[in-house]
């Protein structure tokens, strides 16, 4: 926790769930990744935190965006960033929201199909596409693998498709899953890319860009490689399938940018057991669940470091669980967290590294409960 987000909690009476976010830790993490990839321009992954003050200062640090949607694009416009710094990076829009980006002034569009190439062929003639291609997302704690990209075969006649239908036939993009913790994982994916790029150039078509996507961790339980090693990693794989022909490089960190940078403060509503019996297990209860924020909990596969002013003291297995009337709302129960015996109802917890996919995740109102606040500092 930076001490920035002590004071402020310090200085805070505890209502309900709160994340606050540092950005000065934001500022660092992008000068990481600008100093580990030199040559490659940072496309911010939007959908990870879309606050405002983020927003406005990566637009300052001259970031570029990755966005899922119109609303998305007007929040980046609004901060500060020019339609060229966007990128419409969800491979599936409405044809009119296509349209929409592209009388904004964004003139970039991934795609995964011929279909989708139709689509902008139509509503944003001559821009520029690029393919996204499959990634199993092995290694990866949250994959983005299935619903988007094609096979890198078909990756070349969706670009061919979409060079015939007036597009730019711009690039190669993929994603090695969320939360990737293996810096080898680019080198595949780049086999991949630079294998379409060679296909592409004897059919005419000349590729200029590959997205390396995002899937740079954040510190959670687990040790993770630095930046450093991710940058060095991908460096050597693009030389070793590009060679001395180094493509124009993207990346769309969003976890890696943000996830650090917060830390949720919770409250302990209820602490029970399901029967008498001296080894049942305890049920932790929060203030905050699965609809309040921590949706990547789901199938338990983000396990976030919770501190309590309790550590140190002997710890028992709990089942961790959130406040509302969904059974569906439990965090941790596969593989039960580890908490202080002395914990009790009432207790604030620390929910740290969530600054990433916690906001927007959160519903608004589901039994009652508002969206999870949040505070930047
Ligand atoms: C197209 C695209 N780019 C980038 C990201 C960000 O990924 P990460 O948070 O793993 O960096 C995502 C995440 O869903 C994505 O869908």
Redesign the pocket.
Same mark, same amino acid.
């Given at each position: 926790m930076t001490d920035r987000i002590k004071n402020f909690l310090a200085s805070r009476r505890h209502e309900g769930p709160i994340l606050v976010v540092d950005l000065d830790v934001v500022r660092e993490n992008y000068g990481a990744f600008a100093k580990a990839l030199p040559d490659t321009r940072v496309f911010y992954?939007v959908?990870?935190n879309p606050q405002p003050e983020v927003l406005r200062l990566l637009a300052d640090l001259g970031s570029c965006f990755?966005c899922?949607s119109v609303a998305e694009i007007r929040q980046v416009l609004s901060a500060g960033a020019t339609a060229d710094r966007i990128s419409f990076?969800?491979t599936i829009k409405k044809e009119r929201d296509v349209a929409e980006a592209y009388r904004l002034g964004v003139d970039l569009f991934?795609v995964d199909c011929r279909e989708e190439v139709e689509k902008i062929s139509r509503a944003a003639p001559g821009a520029r596409v690029f393919c996204?291609i499959l990634c199993d997302g092995a290694g990866a704690e949250?994959p983005?693998s299935r619903k988007?990209g094609c096979v890198p075969e078909m990756a070349v006649d969706v670009l061919e498709h979409a060079h015939r239908l007036g597009l730019t036939a711009h690039g190669v993009?993929f994603?090695v *899953?969320?939360?990737?913790r293996d810096p080898a994982m680019w080198d595949g994916a780049l086999a991949s890319a630079s294998a379409i790029f060679r296909e592409c150039a004897e059919r005419g078509i000349h590729l200029a860009m590959v997205n390396l996507?995002?899937?740079?961790?954040t510190r959670y339980l687990k040790e993770i490689p630095g930046v450093k090693s991710y940058g060095a990693a991908i460096f050597e794989a693009l030389r070793k399938h590009f060679g001395n022909r180094l493509p124009e490089t993207i990346i769309?960190?969003?976890?890696?940018?943000v *996830?650090n940078a917060g830390m949720i403060q919770a409250e302990v509503v209820l602490i029970s057991k399901k029967s008498d019996a001296v080894d049942e297990t305890r049920w932790v209860y929060l203030d905050i669940g699965k609809f309040g924020g921590l949706a990547e909990t789901m199938d338990e596969a983000i396990r976030y470091p919770i501190r309590t002013a309790h550590d140190g003291a002997e710890k028992v297995p709990c089942v961790l669980a959130g406040p509302t009337c969904d059974s569906a709302d439990v965090l941790y129960e596969k593989e039960p967290y580890l908490l202080p015996v002395s914990l009790e109802i009432g207790d604030l917890v620390l929910i740290e590294a969530t600054g990433?996919?916690t906001t927007t995740y959160s519903a608004a109102g589901f039994n009652g409960f508002p969206p999870l606040e949040t505070v930047v500092i």
């Amino acid at each position: 926790m930076t001490d920035r987000i002590k004071n402020f909690l310090a200085s805070r009476r505890h209502e309900g769930p709160i994340l606050v976010v540092d950005l000065d830790v934001v500022r660092e993490n992008y000068g990481a990744f600008a100093k580990a990839l030199p040559d490659t321009r940072v496309f911010y992954a939007v959908k990870a935190n879309p606050q405002p003050e983020v927003l406005r200062l990566l637009a300052d640090l001259g970031s570029c965006f990755d966005c899922a949607s119109v609303a998305e694009i007007r929040q980046v416009l609004s901060a500060g960033a020019t339609a060229d710094r966007i990128s419409f990076g969800n491979t599936i829009k409405k044809e009119r929201d296509v349209a929409e980006a592209y009388r904004l002034g964004v003139d970039l569009f991934a795609v995964d199909c011929r279909e989708e190439v139709e689509k902008i062929s139509r509503a944003a003639p001559g821009a520029r596409v690029f393919c996204r291609i499959l990634c199993d997302g092995a290694g990866a704690e949250w994959p983005l693998s299935r619903k988007f990209g094609c096979v890198p075969e078909m990756a070349v006649d969706v670009l061919e498709h979409a060079h015939r239908l007036g597009l730019t036939a711009h690039g190669v993009s993929f994603h090695v *899953g969320s939360q990737q913790r293996d810096p080898a994982m680019w080198d595949g994916a780049l086999a991949s890319a630079s294998a379409i790029f060679r296909e592409c150039a004897e059919r005419g078509i000349h590729l200029a860009m590959v997205n390396l996507g995002g899937g740079f961790p954040t510190r959670y339980l687990k040790e993770i490689p630095g930046v450093k090693s991710y940058g060095a990693a991908i460096f050597e794989a693009l030389r070793k399938h590009f060679g001395n022909r180094l493509p124009e490089t993207i990346i769309e960190p969003g976890r890696g940018m943000v *996830g650090n940078a917060g830390m949720i403060q919770a409250e302990v509503v209820l602490i029970s057991k399901k029967s008498d019996a001296v080894d049942e297990t305890r049920w932790v209860y929060l203030d905050i669940g699965k609809f309040g924020g921590l949706a990547e909990t789901m199938d338990e596969a983000i396990r976030y470091p919770i501190r309590t002013a309790h550590d140190g003291a002997e710890k028992v297995p709990c089942v961790l669980a959130g406040p509302t009337c969904d059974s569906a709302d439990v965090l941790y129960e596969k593989e039960p967290y580890l908490l202080p015996v002395s914990l009790e109802i009432g207790d604030l917890v620390l929910i740290e590294a969530t600054g990433a996919y916690t906001t927007t995740y959160s519903a608004a109102g589901f039994n009652g409960f508002p969206p999870l606040e949040t505070v930047v500092i």
